[in-house]
């Protein structure tokens, strides 16, 4: 084009395509937020209609130390990025694999959680509406620190092999990304679940 | 320019055999040939969800008929609501975005163009998941039943009791899996849009096409998730025993509208903003004139965007909410029209002193403006809750939403059609076709929609199988009726307007409507890499600054 000769002042520069996994990743988050949205709505709407028993305030107890895990796995990963960053692989597989253990820990505690709930308290999806919203809610929820830990796993065991390097380290704040939504996503549940509605 | 010694792309003039040129179009990446898919799949859905709004005619062109059982009724509206909209309407406009936008704004592809084929891909099963109903809809028995609970599925009517088999899964899930393709395609058009821009290309630099392309996937962002949840939720009380819609245990029946209606009126501003899109760039081009007001354009463009966020109540008036709840809704749905008010004064604005030239691409956009109008119009009426109480569910209502859907969205994309072909297939559509095509499509279109407001009026309810004689229905049931015969007259030219272009049609060349934007630019069709140069652009219309050096836009703008 004719215009090609002409220089472009930096203000007219759009944003880098080095950027489209960020602003894709935040769409992403953006789409899962609205899914997420709905279901908190339908637990608030729902809080208090169940016809039946259990209630929360008889069955659910706060799980302390498992969203601590969760919350610390937000940490950790950071730690890796940064590791990564600065090119230090090793350290970087460290952090990662701590990240995927404090995930880990944090699903065997919902799955001790619901085990308790159906066979001591009697609480399963179909029995009353808080259980059909609370198991929905805070399934959905689980259901994304699995597929977050999938691709932890996946990626972990790409360091095993030697295949991350420096240079992966923008895909991996991208990746990251994902999984700090999923810890932000815990604090919404987390206050829904077990201090507002309780 | 390099471009244009650039051999023209290799589409339909390789020596290579069918399944290999297949192959090719099954794991193609590029978004030109997603874009053409999406286009293509659509109007295979266009012909499905035609066939049974023409038995619906038939059915209810005279009273006490027995053309289709009530099942087979039930099953029809079904169908036609949950096709046109997700399996016509969403995949075209889609297309239009997937081959438009990134040859607008100086890319070679889209910003994932793997995420691209997937998201078509997953459309594209969502609904052979829907139309395997047909077949699959009671399981192993053997016999199949399409869904029959309506395209917006109210409960209690879809719960197991009341839903039987399968069909009602069918339809959950066929929509799950093309929502997540929707997703999917709106991420990719958004990233694309804020990454993949050429230098120069300010925001202020898009084309209004692009502008509300990304309005449109914004929307799609947040709207397409509340739709899934509700689905999520009615497979968990169908499947699981869940108490969501069931008022038996609690439940709310109409917290699923609340869940559907959250999500489907956003979806008719996810329809119609690329209808717009075509229309900004149609009008501007074959008046001879910029764009009226850019900047107001854009502004009106997100405001629409925001306030349909929060007007979707105004489709569940009758269902009684609070006073409080009913005002909200009748004022910001009232609201709405302001934004689109300012955008047809633009366009009428841009129009006003052209040079319009009346190619069939203009013809269906002054059809739209005029058409959109009266949507618009009926739409402010029914906005307004004592009126809706009267006419809620009423014929009136269905002749309302096609003067959106066909009056507005599809009259835009018969023009976009028009417009881009060229582009697309390196032909020029024949006009003569074309005109036959407006017209005989037009006067069908007036005789079914404009005369279905009557029997509305009078109180003849919607999803009726048949009616009484002597109502004073008959006259204009008939009338509607007999419209559709003019629209299939219509639609069957354009389609061999289409066909008979591709081989016979003129040479389009590169910019055969000397037009402004950069998808003119390069070759007809364009290369799979699209531009052999990376454009780099000054102003809002690139090719007037290249076509008139002496008096270029940037010097102004």
Redo the contacts between chains.
């Keep these: 084009?004719?215009?090609?000769t002409?220089t472009?002042p930096q203000?007219?520069?759009?944003?880098?395509?080095n950027?489209?996994g960020k602003?894709?990743m935040w769409?992403?988050i953006?789409?899962?937020?609205?899914?997420?949205?709905?279901?908190v709505v339908?637990y608030l709407?729902?809080a208090g209609?169940?016809?039946s028993g259990p209630t929360p305030a008889q069955v659910l107890d706060v799980p302390y130390f498992t969203s601590i895990c969760l919350f610390s796995s937000s940490l950790t990963i950071l730690l890796a990025e940064k590791a990564l960053h600065h090119g230090n692989v090793k350290r970087f597989g460290v952090f990662w694999f701590l990240t995927i253990a404090l995930g880990v820990i944090f699903l065997i505690g919902t799955g001790r959680e619901w085990y308790r709930l159906i066979y001591q308290d009697g609480l399963t999806?179909?029995t009353?509406?808080f259980g059909?919203?609370f198991y929905?809610l805070v399934g959905?929820h689980a259901f994304h620190v699995t597929v977050g830990l999938i691709g932890l796993t996946v990626i972990w065991l790409f360091t095993l092999f030697g295949a991350v390097k420096q240079e992966h380290s923008e895909r991996i704040n991208v990746f990251a990304m994902y999984w700090h939504f999923v810890d932000a996503i815990w604090v919404v549940v987390l206050s829904v679940v077990y201090f507002i509605t309780r | 320019m390099a471009s244009e010694t650039l051999a023209i792309a290799p589409t339909g003039l390789s020596t290579r055999s069918l399944a290999e040129r297949l192959h090719e179009w099954a794991v193609t990446v590029d978004h030109k040939r997603l874009g053409i898919l999406y286009i293509g799949y659509a109007l295979v859905f266009l012909v499905i969800g035609g066939v049974e709004a023409t038995i619906m005619r038939v059915q209810l062109a005279v009273p006490n008929n027995h053309f289709v059982s009530p099942q087979v009724f039930n099953r029809m509206f079904t169908m036609h609501g949950t096709t046109m909209i997700f399996f016509v309407a969403m995949p075209i406009l889609f297309g239009f975005s997937n081959y438009t936008v990134p040859l607008m704004i100086g890319a070679r592809d889209m910003a994932f163009p793997r995420l691209n084929a997937w998201g078509f891909w997953m459309s594209a099963l969502g609904g052979i998941i829907l139309y395997f109903s047909f077949i699959g809809g009671f399981g192993l028995y053997g016999a199949g039943s399409a869904p029959d609970v309506g395209w917006f599925a109210y409960a209690p009517l879809t719960s197991p009791a009341f839903s039987v088999g399968h069909s009602t899964d069918y339809w959950i899930v066929g929509l799950l899996v093309s929502g997540f393709g929707s997703i999917a395609t709106a991420l990719n058009v958004m990233t694309t849009i804020l990454c993949m821009r050429c230098p120069g290309m300010k925001l202020g630099r898009m084309p209004l096409f692009v502008w509300m392309n990304t309005v449109m996937a914004g929307l799609v962002l947040v709207a397409i998730g509340p739709l899934t949840a509700a689905q999520l939720m009615l497979l968990i009380d169908r499947y699981l025993g869940g108490h969501f819609f069931d008022t038996q245990a609690g439940g709310s029946a109409v917290i699923w509208m609340h869940f559907f209606w959250i999500f489907g009126h956003p979806e008719v501003y996810i329809l119609v903003l690329p209808a717009f899109a075509i229309v900004s760039e149609v009008i501007p081009v074959f008046s001879r004139k910029p764009i009226f007001g850019y900047s107001i354009m854009v502004a009106a463009t997100v405001s629409i965007g925001f306030i349909s966020l929060g007007v979707w109540a105004h489709h569940m008036f009758t269902v009684g909410m609070t006073s409080y709840a009913n005002a909200f809704f009748v004022a910001s749905t009232a609201a709405i029209a302001v934004p689109t008010g300012i955008k047809i004064f633009n366009w009428v604005g841009t129009m006003w002193g052209g040079k319009i030239i009346y190619k069939t691409p203009m013809l269906f956009c002054v059809a739209f403006l005029c058409q959109f109008l009266i949507a618009g119009l009926t739409g402010i009426m029914l906005a307004t809750a004592p009126f809706d109480w009267q006419l809620g569910n009423s014929y009136f209502v269905v002749a309302h939403f096609h003067y959106v859907i066909l009056g507005g969205i599809v009259m835009a994309v018969f023009a976009g059609s028009y417009y881009w072909y060229p582009k697309v297939l390196g032909k020029m559509m024949n006009e003569t076709l074309g005109k036959w095509h407006f017209w005989l499509f037009v006067i069908g279109f007036h005789l079914t929609f404009d005369f279905m407001h009557v029997p509305g009026l009078l109180g003849m309810p919607r999803r009726v199988y048949t009616y009484e004689a002597s109502r004073g229905w008959e006259i204009w049931n008939l009338i509607v009726s007999i419209g559709v015969i003019f629209q299939i007259i219509g639609i069957l030219l354009w389609v061999a307007d289409v066909i008979w272009s591709y081989y016979k049609g003129e040479i389009a060349g590169n910019d055969p409507w000397d037009a402004w934007t950069l998808e003119w630019h390069t070759t007809s069709p364009p290369p799979e890499y699209n531009y052999a140069e990376i454009p780099v652009i000054r102003s809002r219309r690139p090719l007037w600054d290249l076509k008139h050096p002496e008096d270029p836009d940037w010097k102004y703008e």
């Design positions: 084009m004719a215009a090609a002409i472009v203000s007219d520069m759009p944003l880098s395509a950027l489209r602003v894709g769409c992403l953006i789409a899962e937020s609205a899914i997420f949205s709905i279901f339908a709407y729902y209609k169940s016809l999806i179909s009353n509406l059909t919203t929905s959905l």
